[in-house]
């Protein structure tokens, strides 16, 4: 069936390093993707999302781009911050696609 | 705009009882999902209307798990007998359309013991 892998946690940077949190995907055809975030006491929220190949989802300075060839989405973010500490989940859905999410990537940003 | 709202924040209950969460999605959002997420792992769908019709259930237990959407709006989630794996975050969430992504409450923690 239809799966979303991310990278295991925790991720631990200092503050205004580069940030990479990966994420691939199987599903048998072209699902719309997404990246969510929980901060700490929070529901989870929509960071982006990109609804098909070659579409770059950005907000808040972070990016993904839909790699159809490498069935990819990896999250990055230029300079990171103390808040941005929070947990990322990477999930498909849309079509016939059950909306199917990873385990979650923690991000802890260090001062 | 009000978001998803969802009661009550946290359940604790014995096993074999019963329980039923409550969710009002944001205004106008046709779609409504039920996702059950376990401590250390992403969110499991449970149920997904769309307005009172359910598009899929696959993956909601049947024999003790329940859910309604009457008249399109808000939904209720029922357990019924609960057991210890059932502990667990119930989240509801609305979307306008699947694509768009979705809009999450902030969840009801329910432990079972």
């Known amino acids: 069936g239809d799966s979303v892998t991310q990278m295991e946690g925790p991720v631990t940077l200092s503050e205004e390093a580069f940030l990479t949190i990966n994420c691939t995907y199987t599903?048998?055809?072209?699902?719309?993707l997404f990246w969510y975030v929980q901060y700490p006491g929070e529901g989870l929220q929509l960071l982006l999302k990109?609804?098909?190949?070659?579409d770059k989802g950005s907000n808040k300075g972070f990016e993904a781009t839909y790699r159809k060839e490498t069935t990819s989405f990896h999250l990055e973010k230029g300079s990171v911050q103390v808040s941005d500490s929070a947990v990322y989940f990477c999930?498909?859905?849309?079509?016939?696609?059950?909306?199917?999410f990873g385990r979650g990537t923690s991000l802890i940003v260090h001062p | 705009e009000a978001g998803v709202a969802q009661s009550p924040r946290y359940k604790i209950i014995e096993k074999r009882q019963s329980v039923a969460f409550w969710c009002n999605p944001i205004?106008?959002?046709?779609?409504l999902y039920w996702y059950q997420q376990i401590l250390g792992q992403g969110p499991k769908l449970l149920i997904q209307?769309?307005?009172?019709?359910?598009?899929?259930d696959s993956q909601l237990p049947k024999d003790r798990f329940s859910a309604e959407r009457l008249k399109g709006v808000d939904s209720t989630l029922k357990i019924q007998p609960a057991k210890l794996e059932d502990s667990a975050v119930y989240l509801c969430?609305?979307?306008?359309?699947?694509?768009?992504?979705?809009?999450f409450g902030q969840g009801t923690r329910l432990t079972v013991v």
């Open positions: 969430a609305s979307s306008l359309w699947v694509e768009g992504g979705a809009f």
């Open positions: 599903a048998t055809g072209y699902p719309s």
């Open positions: 990109a609804t098909k190949a070659d």
């Open positions: 999930a498909l859905a849309g079509g016939s696609y059950i909306p199917t």
């Open positions: 205004s106008g959002h046709a779609t």
């Open positions: 209307f769309q307005n009172n019709g359910v598009v899929d």
